[in-house]
């Protein structure tokens, strides 16, 4: 069966399913998947080189804020 975010399991009742994707230099860039929902991706072209950061309500499971933290410029 398939789960939420590609997981091997599925998560428990009253709990949110995640998956953090690290990228490979600049061949394949990261992704955040939460609950079944892509939130950052190369495909949605908000991603960017350093920390990328998605916000979540962590009752709702809404989206609050997507954004990246460049590390290497500062």
Do not use: E, W
């Amino acid at each position: 069966p398939r789960h939420k975010c590609g997981n091997q399991k599925s998560c428990s009742q009253n709990y949110f399913a995640f998956k953090i994707v690290s990228g490979a230099a600049n061949v394949v860039g990261p992704s955040i998947c939460f609950d079944g929902r892509v939130l950052m991706s190369s495909v949605k072209n908000n991603i960017g080189r350093g920390l990328n950061i998605a916000l979540v309500n962590g009752t709702s499971g809404q989206l609050l804020k997507a954004d990246t933290f460049d590390m290497y410029s500062g």
